[in-house]
């Protein structure tokens, strides 16, 4: 009886409280919208008003629960530039009674520069303020304006509707744009159709969203722009500072781009004279591309440089002949000039570098990018002009496998970079085990690694002194303490390849009672990562990166010793996304491991995921696995 009137009270007293109230209190949100979700954004406005087609104002206002210490959703980052500043922020932290605790300060606001490490020229900054509270849930309202030019208008601002593990009670977004001004849009997992009306000599587009569920980031889940509410926004003309351009297309924006690096390709005569030493006795297009490439590698050095317009429009080659350095575009542009010099016609690539937030498609064109490479058409030949390592005609696994902007005399042109498949990507170990019978051992690898499974290694030797190479392979490897005899990387000149090879005395190889000696066979390039188990798949599997590992494990049996178990022979286990081989068998006085495994990249449907985790488990108990020695009889 008492607890249904404290009930009643309860429900009286959340009924009295006003509507808009209720978005600070963590009671009055719905279960469902609760399932699965760290943080609830409760109220979300946000405001894009074009005023021509170089300027623009943003206002960005959320009322957001937190639910938990799993999010992450309390900071609120804000990049600005020069061209771009942010006019106002206020923040207000409310408990878990919907009660205000306090209004945040001003100086709890950090500002910080963006330049990165390698950079020596970069204006971009960030807003950075992080609210916490004491005891979850509680609630924070965050508001901020923005003026914005140049780069940052142009890039239109886009709608992030929904991170993972987070639902939605309701969003909007509105665009304020005038009358005779185009842009595009793109909805992408939401119905995206726009509230339209007219005022004087403006049009206003609305979009609006309400109780979007949570969605979980699952292992070998989809990308975010596959199954959550994104809005994507773009110019039709645009303007940064004297030059004018449309994204109508990717045709028309590429037409723009070679605005910006019109006359940016000439060189010094002396420098074309030097070039043309260089390939003189050449006997092909490819043999010229690759001495060129290499003399971009040794003598210009990668520097990030991203001054107003300049995120976009190269320096020009002769600045760069001079100061020996430059960024993505203006290294690209070098090679360019130095590669036209001796009448070889590339093209810059637009490209997004790194994880893909985003494919670019033909129906919408957007400067989703990054970074900027070469492509030499007459070859079909890929140059990365910052990698001061890489061999030419190879993108790297950041590249690889997705749509880039070919900017083409003509104008612009979509294209796909090459992908790297499991074939591409192989990492073969060939181990020899010197097991002595105290269980200590002699270890001697030799690795050959392709494609994306040799990056590493080749960062590695160009990167790290000799002291910082032997902790970082005492770092990566499971084996027990052991100390390095010998260590050396490889990388070939022309080919995405590398050797690797080492030798190590590790103390406690195999574990030691009484006459016997328990001996991991794989102990080297094992693999332990299981998926854990869900209770519901919802979403498809993806996996991304493609590989092919072949080892051999030579175990030298000491002598006074013989083999008493070994758990599995022979085995083959498979799954969609590849399979798994081993073969373990005596050769003489050596026992021998064949070991193989193939994945590829893909999506798979969700109800396959339950028999992939299985496969990893399978693999990790097999890859883990101990033979046993014992003592022959005398």
């Given at each position: 009886m008492k607890k249904s009137i404290f009930v009643i009270l309860l429900l009286t007293s959340f009924s009295n409280i006003p509507l808009f109230s209720q978005l600070y209190y963590p009671a009055a949100i719905d279960d469902k919208l609760k399932e699965d979700a760290n943080s609830v954004i409760r109220h979300e406005e946000v405001f894009f008003k074009v005023k021509s087609t170089s300027e623009g104002t943003y206002h960005f206002k959320q009322i957001i629960t937190i639910l938990n210490k799993k999010s992450s959703d309390n900071v609120l980052y804000i990049p600005y530039d020069k061209d771009s500043k942010v006019t106002e922020i206020k923040a207000t932290l409310y408990n878990n009674f919907g009660q205000k605790v306090r209004k945040i300060k001003p100086s709890e606001v950090k500002d910080y520069s963006a330049?990165?490490?390698?950079?020596?020229?970069?204006?971009?900054?960030?807003?950075?303020?992080?609210?916490?509270?004491?005891?979850?849930?509680?609630?924070?309202?965050?508001?901020y304006e923005m003026n914005l030019k140049g780069m940052s208008f142009i890039n239109f601002k886009d709608w992030y509707i929904q991170g993972f593990s987070q639902s939605v009670e309701y969003g909007k977004y509105q665009l304020e744009i005038p009358k005779?001004?185009?842009?595009?849009?793109?909805?992408?997992?939401?119905?995206g159709t726009p509230k339209v009306r007219e005022e004087k000599n403006k049009q206003i587009y609305l979009w609006e969203v309400k109780d979007l569920m949570a969605m979980e980031r699952e292992p070998?889940?989809?990308?975010?722009?596959?199954?959550?509410?994104?809005?994507?926004?773009?110019?039709?003309?645009?303007?940064?500072?004297?030059?004018?351009?449309?994204?109508?297309?990717?045709?028309?924006?590429?037409?723009?781009?070679?605005?910006?690096?019109?006359?940016?390709?000439?060189?010094?005569?002396?420098?074309?004279?030097?070039?043309?030493?260089?390939?003189?006795?050449?006997?092909?297009?490819?043999?010229?591309?690759?001495?060129?490439?290499?003399?971009?590698?040794?003598?210009?050095?990668?520097?990030?440089?991203?001054?107003?317009?300049?995120?976009?429009?190269?320096?020009?080659?002769?600045?760069?002949?001079?100061?020996?350095?430059?960024?993505?575009?203006?290294?690209?542009?070098?090679?360019?000039?130095?590669?036209?010099?001796?009448?070889?016609?590339?093209?810059?690539?637009?490209?997004?570098?790194?994880?893909?937030?985003?494919?670019?498609?033909?129906?919408?064109?957007?400067?989703?990018?990054?970074?900027?490479?070469?492509?030499?058409?007459?070859?079909?030949?890929?140059?990365?002009?910052?990698?001061?390592?890489?061999?030419?005609?190879y993108l790297g696994s950041r590249n690889s496998d997705r749509n880039v902007m070919l900017v083409t005399p003509d104008g612009g042109k979509l294209v796909k970079t090459p992908s790297l498949k499991a074939e591409d990507n192989q990492d073969n170990h060939k181990s020899v085990i010197l097991l002595k019978p105290d269980g200590s051992a002699e270890v001697a690898v030799d690795i050959y690694a392709s494609g994306s499974s040799h990056e590493t290694y080749r960062g590695i030797q160009s990167g790290l002194s000799n002291e910082e190479k032997e902790k970082w392979l005492?770092?990566?490897?499971?084996?027990?303490?052991?100390?390095?005899?010998?260590?050396?990387?490889?990388?070939?000149?022309?080919?995405?390849?590398?050797?690797?090879?080492?030798?190590?005395?590790?103390?406690?190889?195999?574990?030691?009672?009484?006459?016997?000696?328990?001996?991991?066979?794989?102990?080297?390039?094992?693999?332990?990562?299981?998926?854990?188990?869900?209770?519901?798949?919802?979403?498809?599997?993806?996996?991304?990166?493609?590989f092919w590992d072949r080892d051999e494990?030579?175990?030298?049996?000491?002598?006074?010793?013989?083999?008493?178990?070994?758990?599995?022979?022979?085995?083959?286990?498979?799954a969609p996304i590849?399979?798994?081989?081993?073969?373990?068998?005596?050769?003489?006085?050596?026992?021998?491991?064949?070991?193989?495994?193939?994945?590829?990249?893909?999506?798979?449907?969700?109800?396959?995921?339950?028999?992939?985790?299985?496969?990893?488990?399978?693999?990790?108990?097999?890859?883990?696995?101990?033979?046993?020695?014992?003592?022959?009889?005398?």
């Open positions: 330049i990165q490490d390698f950079s020596i020229y970069q204006d971009d900054r960030f807003k950075y303020l992080e609210v916490k509270h004491g005891s979850f849930p509680y609630t924070v309202e965050f508001e005779d001004q185009e842009f595009h849009y793109e909805a992408l997992n939401f119905d070998y889940g989809p990308r975010r722009f596959d199954v959550l509410p994104v809005l994507w926004l773009s110019p039709g003309e645009f303007r940064i500072d004297q030059y004018k351009g449309t994204m109508n297309n990717w045709n028309e924006f590429g037409q723009f781009m070679n605005k910006l690096i019109a006359d940016r390709d000439e060189l010094p005569s002396t420098l074309v004279t030097e070039v043309k030493s260089l390939v003189a006795h050449a006997k092909t297009d490819q043999e010229k591309i690759d001495l060129l490439y290499n003399y971009l590698q040794e003598n210009m050095r990668y520097v990030s440089v991203q001054l107003g317009i300049g995120g976009w429009q190269p320096f020009d080659a002769t600045y760069v002949s001079e100061k020996k350095y430059g960024d993505c575009k203006a290294l690209s542009n070098f090679m360019k000039a130095i590669l036209k010099a001796v009448d070889i016609e590339s093209y810059p690539v637009l490209i997004a570098n790194g994880n893909l937030d985003y494919e670019v498609t033909e129906d919408f064109t957007t400067p989703r990018f990054n970074h900027m490479v070469l492509h030499v058409p007459s070859e079909d030949y890929w140059l990365e002009c910052t990698s001061p390592n890489f061999p030419p005609n005492t770092k990566i490897s499971d084996l027990p303490s052991f100390t390095i005899q010998a260590f050396s990387i490889e990388p070939s000149k022309m080919k995405p390849e590398v050797k690797v090879h080492y030798n190590l005395m590790v103390s406690r190889y195999a574990a030691k009672a009484g006459k016997r000696l328990f001996v991991p066979l794989n102990a080297i390039n094992n693999w332990d990562y299981i998926p854990p188990a869900l209770k519901e798949r919802k979403h498809h599997v993806f996996r991304e990166n493609a494990i030579i175990l030298d049996i000491p002598e006074g010793y013989q083999i008493e178990s070994v758990p599995v022979e022979e085995k083959r286990v498979e590849g399979y798994y081989d081993v073969k373990v068998f005596q050769r003489g006085k050596q026992l021998v491991m064949n070991r193989e495994i193939k994945l590829e990249s893909g999506e798979y449907p969700a109800n396959e995921y339950e028999g992939i985790r299985q496969f990893f488990k399978e693999v990790s108990k097999l890859d883990a696995m101990k033979v046993v020695l014992v003592e022959k009889k005398t």
